[in-house]
Every structure is written in structure tokens, then in C-alpha cells.
Nanobody
Framework: QVQLVESGGGSVQTGGSLTLSCAKS????????MGWFRQAPGKEREFVAA????????YYANSVKGRFTISRDNAKNTVSLHMNSLKPEDTAVYYC???????????????????WGQGTQVTVSS
């Protein structure tokens, strides 16, 4: 079983920066790929970014590529999402998720994630 807790959400102005963190509590010793998803009111939960178990590979949605950076510190069991040049359309609840899926193609699919955090609100004002 894995428990995930997000933090770092808040309100910023357009063009600002924000860093989200995800703390993991794992009973199993196996490694997990980690992802960030977001969901705006009335919208489907969408992929934002993912990182491989070792942290050696990262993946981004086209909408955030070049602006967001995902990283992980396995020694601390944390995953971060640093967001730059924020836009109003980035406003959403952001969720941290974990998957034991083997193939990297699975990292983009929300149905492949086994565990989810409670979410943290990010609001970008104009």
C-alpha cells in the first residue's frame, strides 16, 4: 500500500512560479513511477508529467513542456513539480500518483496509476 500527500499549492499571478511536492509512505519496497495529473472543474483529469522510478527519464504533456519540471528524491520519498511561467489555464487541482506499470507508455494513462493523493489546488490569476 502507498499513501501520497501533496503540498505546495496556492495562488499566483500569471507568469509566476510554484513548486508542488508529493510525500510517499510505502509499505512495499518496490519502486514506482510517479506522475502528476490535474483536473479543472467540469473537466477530465489530465496528464501533466511523469518520472521513471530512478528519476532518469521524464515525460511532459505538450501544454506544460518547457515550463514545468518534475523531479524526485528517492532518499526522501518525495516527488516535486516545479512550475514556471504559469498561465490561468494551469488552474486546477493537481494530483500526485504512483504506478508500478512496466512500460513507459503507461505513464501517460491515468487508468494505469494504482495510488492517488488527495490533490492540492493551484490557482493562477490574470
Amino acid at each position: 500500500q502507498v499513501q501520497l500527500v501533496e503540498s505546495g499549492g496556492g495562488s499566483v499571478q500569471t507568469g509566476g512560479s510554484l513548486t508542488l511536492s508529493c510525500a510517499k509512505s510505502e509499505r512495499a519496497v518496490s519502486n514506482y513511477a510517479m506522475g502528476w495529473f490535474r483536473q479543472a472543474p467540469g473537466k477530465e483529469r489530465e496528464f501533466v508529467a511523469a518520472i521513471s522510478p530512478s528519476g532518469g527519464s521524464t515525460y511532459y504533456a505538450n501544454s506544460v513542456k518547457g515550463r514545468f519540471t518534475i523531479s524526485r528524491d528517492n532518499a526522501k520519498n518525495t516527488v516535486s513539480l516545479h512550475m514556471n511561467s504559469l498561465k490561468p489555464e494551469d488552474t486546477a487541482v493537481y494530483y500526485c500518483a504512483a504506478t508500478r506499470a512496466y512500460y513507459t507508455s503507461s505513464y501517460f494513462r491515468r487508468e494505469e496509476y494504482n495510488y492517488w493523493g488527495q490533490g492540492t489546488q493551484v490557482t493562477v490569476s490574470s
